[in-house]
């Protein structure tokens, strides 16, 4: 069957497991990040357009034409629970991907959050639901459903990767997409990051953190210090 680029729907064939989608649901965004060599980000423009909390899930990959939602639709119909939807549609805001009824019906599906890199409208709404909603801005212009785009393809935004059934994480900081065949190891580094921060903190709580770094990453790059 011949498919149509830039217009088809292809199936997902890989996706992460949920046991590893609820670790890194326990992990700050920044040191998974750190984990990855502070090498992988969607931008500073996706921010949290719900009201608080984490999100972690299962990516459903739409690329979309600029103001149009028809394949973000059908992702919604095609999702299962704990799906992330993530949206490349050009970062464009001049009209809404979504709003409060395509948000109603993707938390009846089962749907755990957006990566939208567009916008949204009813914006309230998006906080009152609480649903992890990620996107790139809020405009009241509506969409159009003509087409075309493409979903569970690879996408990109800003520079970020996202195949179909690779981890989406997100917090207050932003959203980030693990892979699925480095996920194990980023797992593991990000958990050993992760307790070497607390004993970090307890260090800073007591009054014996070791500062002694600074002086000496200063010297090593030929700062010069004030005379005693």
Partial sequence: MNMTIGFRILNRE??????LVDAFAKLPVANVSDSMSRMTAAGPTLRPMHASGGM?????????????????????DMAVPGDVIVVD????????????LM???????????????????????????????????????????????????PIAIDGMVIHPGDIMIGDSDGVLCVPIDEAED??????A????????????????????????????????????
């Fill in 14 to 19: 890989r996706t992460a497991s949920k046991e």
């Fill in 56 to 76: 972690a899930g299962v990516a459903l990959t739409v690329k979309a034409r600029p103001g149009d939602n028809l394949m973000l639709h059908k992702a919604i």
């Fill in 89 to 100: 549609a050009g970062g464009d805001l001049a009209n809404a991907l979504m709003g409060e």
């Fill in 103 to 153: 948000l109603a019906y993707a938390i009846k599906k089962g749907v755990v959050g957006f990566v939208l890199n567009g916008a949204i409208r009813d914006a309230d709404n998006f906080i009152e639901t609480n649903l992890p909603t990620f996107a790139a801005g809020i405009t009241h212009r509506g969409p159009y459903k003509d087409g075309p785009g493409e979903i569970n393809v």
């Fill in 186 to 191: 980023i797992l593991a580094r990000t958990e």
């Fill in 193 to 228: 990051k992760s307790d070497a921060e607390i004993k970090q903190m307890a260090a800073i709580e007591a009054g014996t953190n070791d500062r002694s770094w600074v002086d000496r990453a200063l010297k090593e790059r030929g700062c010069t210090f004030p005379a005693d």
